[in-house]
């Protein structure tokens, strides 16, 4: 396996091909995070449910794959994307099946563990839906989130109507096993969020109801806020998730302390053949924390035991910033967190660039546009590879009269998440070839721009190296 470009601190799966979380769950105190997996390759094919647990969100051991396809069986294509939730003390998971690809044919299944998630047995009444509502003409019926409510259960599942766009469609049960179908939950318009919506997430959070969809064909993350009455959701603001375009599948999951947490999945921004050659594919988000606006916009911080990984630090201030490049002393690496303030003034242009090359033949620049008033993410010159992703993405940040622009950013190997004033959220990746792209540099063109601070971690590893450290046997 190739470890270049291989993250330090963000979750990857231990070899071959990862994406969506599906199943997030905090049980008996540990954090228990299911993905879909295959461990037979680097592509997106045949896939099981990968299993890691940690007991501070951060540190991750690796345990066996939790469910791998049933020859014969509904799920004998591939275990999809599903979610966790706890059924009168026993974990259960509701995850999509698919018999077959080509044509797709999908449905509904429950395994559940006897063991605190250790190992899982499949109802024998699999699959418990046989598919979409007849009638309906779908594009897709997959991806269930489910939750409690009253004295039984609700789900929604993934879908698009064809002619209209994406859908979340909604059941009830009293028993997770007998569903009945209540109606759309919610239609989008297709020419706004899709034809298809993916993954879907509803969640209270900040006196509201969210929504979250990754919608097809553009394979981005929208939320909605609004309410919900029991049998639709009613949106009364929207927005975009992920101004990167990078980050996929959200899953969210309440913890103990009162937060909502989130993950995603870090789409590659590298071709099949070169995901096949390195041995390895896709990215975990950092887990996110999430709080809501009095408007109802979505905000998202890095959850506060990231800061635990934090290793060496760098501090400066104070610094005057002109078009030549200033470069923080000693400051290099593939594995930072930096915190970055600074008043842009009236420059056309001010930023920084990281994993760059002494002569920045390679470097990715974070700019901030005071004219247009938004944040960009220019991949352009970030790699020499022929077959990388150079997108430019951006953010719009209006900043108000002698407001500070504030970056955090998280650089690991391929891995860039950037938070800016207090919520916004970009995710990218990047894959420089120079062993020598690993400098920091910050820079401003136009009229003067003053770095007010600047601190930089080098970040340490997340792994543990066995189940062992994390506590009792089983896990609980």
């Known amino acids: 396996m190739d470890l270049r470009h291989r993250p330090r601190y963000h979750f990857t799966s231990p070899a071959n091909f990862m994406n969506d979380p599906s199943g997030l769950m905090q049980w008996h105190g540990r954090y228990h995070l299911l993905y879909q997996h295959n461990p037979h390759g680097a592509v997106s094919a045949n896939k099981h449910k990968g299993h890691a647990v940690s007991a501070d969100l951060v540190h991750w051991v690796h345990l066996p794959i939790a469910l791998a396809p049933t020859p014969g069986g509904p799920d004998q294509a591939q275990c999809a994307t599903g979610c966790l939730v ?76 064809r002619g209209l766009g994406g859908a979340v469609l909604h059941y009830r049960s009293p028993d997770l096993v007998r569903w009945a179908y209540r109606g759309p939950l919610l239609v989008g318009d297709g020419r706004e969020t899709g034809t298809m919506w993916e993954c879907p997430n509803l969640f209270p959070l900040g006196g509201r109801q969210l929504l979250v969809v990754s919608h097809l064909p553009e394979r981005h993350c929208v939320y909605l806020s609004g309410a919900y009455d029991g049998e639709a959701f009613i949106p009364e603001a929207k927005g975009t998730l992920d101004w990167g375009g990078c980050f996929y ?16 999945w870090l789409q590659e921004g590298r071709t099949p053949e070169a995901q096949r050659a390195a041995g390895w594919s896709g990215i975990m988000s950092l887990p996110q924390v999430l709080s809501l606006t009095a408007e109802g916009r979505l905000m998202m911080e890095p959850a506060a035991e990231v800061q635990a990984l934090r290793g060496r630090q760098w501090r400066f201030g104070d610094v005057p910033l002109a078009e030549a490049a200033w470069a923080p002393p000693g400051v290099r690496g593939e594995a930072l967190e930096l915190a970055v303030t600074m008043l842009p003034g009236d420059a056309l242009e001010a930023g920084l660039a990281l994993r760059r090359s002494p002569g920045g033949e390679e470097e990715t620049r974070i700019a901030y546009d005071r004219g247009r008033g938004v944040l960009r993410v220019d991949l352009r010159r970030s790699s020499l590879a022929p077959d990388v992703a ?42 420089p070839t120079r062993d020598d792209a690993l400098g920091v540099a910050l820079y401003a063109r136009g009229d003067a721009t003053r770095l007010v601070a600047l601190d930089v971690w080098e970040m340490q590893s997340m792994w543990q190296p066995c189940v062992g450290q994390l506590g009792a046997p089983g896990l609980g």
């Open 86 to 161: 706890d059924d009168g003390g026993t974990p259960t998971l509701v995850y999509s099946a698919f018999a077959s690809l080509d044509p797709l044919v999908e449905s509904l299944c429950l395994a559940r563990s006897d063991d605190n998630l250790l190992t899982w047995r499949k109802d024998a009444r699999n699959p418990i839906l046989a598919g979409p509502p007849p009638g309906l003409d779908v594009l897709g019926w997959r991806d269930p989130c489910v939750w409690r409510e009253g004295s039984g259960w609700s789900m929604i599942m993934g879908s698009g109507l």
């Open 249 to 264: 599948a959200a899953q969210t999951l309440a913890d103990n302390r009162g937060r909502r947490l989130m993950f995603g």
């Open 390 to 431: 150079r997108d430019v993405c951006e953010m719009p940040l209006p900043l108000a009269e002698g407001e500070p622009l504030t970056l955090r950013v998280f650089l690991d190997g391929s891995a860039l998440e950037l938070y800016a004033n207090g919520g916004r959220y970009c995710a990218s990746r990047i894959y």
